[in-house]
């Protein structure tokens, strides 16, 4: 792993829920939190970062293989770009993005996106160097991820930065089809871009 400075998080409790997981996990180690009186060392914020990784890689895989290609391959409905206001699902990438916006909406300072070195809209690329750098590196070596602590304003952030490849067909061919793609020769497998998170360390 590719990493810049780390603080330590204090989360109380690991709970099944997606939601529930990232909430304790962002709060948990702010100050006052419940474990601070006790002077537990917790969870470093890469290996927080990692677990709602994992939580966002299984739900994509799930959408993507048992309803998307499977709704696909039986005739029933397809995913589209232009989906809103049709009779179809979604493109794995656009859930995933919608999910980060809900999320973001909740307030907890969570967030997490897809970006791409190659990007169909320019507000999908990196926002800045470090994302750059971090979307190189796991282009380079998916096994890889890319991490460190930002600030915006006055708060400290941890940032990761891990490896999205193409995982559907409805990935490749939106991508290879598409009229502002800027590379049209994607295969199944390829690292199309990548999931970054962030979350508050204060």
């Known amino acids: ?6 603080a330590m998080f204090k989360p109380s409790l690991f709970k099944g ?3 529930v997981v990232t909430t304790l996990v962002v709060f948990a180690g702010m100050p006052g939190g419940p474990n601070e009186s006790r002077g537990q060392a917790g969870v470093p914020p890469d290996k927080v970062a990692d677990y709602i990784h994992a939580v966002i890689e299984a739900d994509r895989t799930i959408y993507t293989t048992h309803i998307v290609d499977r709704m696909q391959r039986n005739g029933i409905v397809i995913a589209s770009e ?3 206001g049709r009779a179809q699902l979604p493109l794995p990438a656009q859930m995933l993005l919608l999910s980060g916006l809900e999320v ?10 897809l970006a791409s070195l190659w990007p ?6 990196p926002a800045n160097d470090f994302e750059k750098a971090g979307l190189e590196v796991v282009a380079e070596d998916p096994s890889e991820s890319y991490s460190g602590t930002i600030t915006r304003g006055k708060l400290k952030y941890f940032k990761a930065i891990y490896a ?3 995982v559907s067909p409805a990935c490749v061919e939106c ?3 598409h009229l502002l793609s800027p590379k ?3 295969k199944l497998g390829d690292v199309m871009g990548a999931i970054i998170i962030s979350f508050p360390l204060e």
């Open 1 to 6: 792993m590719h990493q810049g400075g780390v």
């Open 17 to 19: 829920t997606f939601i």
């Open 82 to 84: 232009v989906w809103k």
């Open 104 to 113: 973001e909406a909740q307030g907890s300072g969570l967030k997490f996106r």
């Open 120 to 125: 169909l809209e320019e507000k999908n690329g």
């Open 164 to 166: 999205d490849r193409a």
């Open 175 to 177: 991508h290879n089809g």
């Open 184 to 186: 049209r020769d994607w």
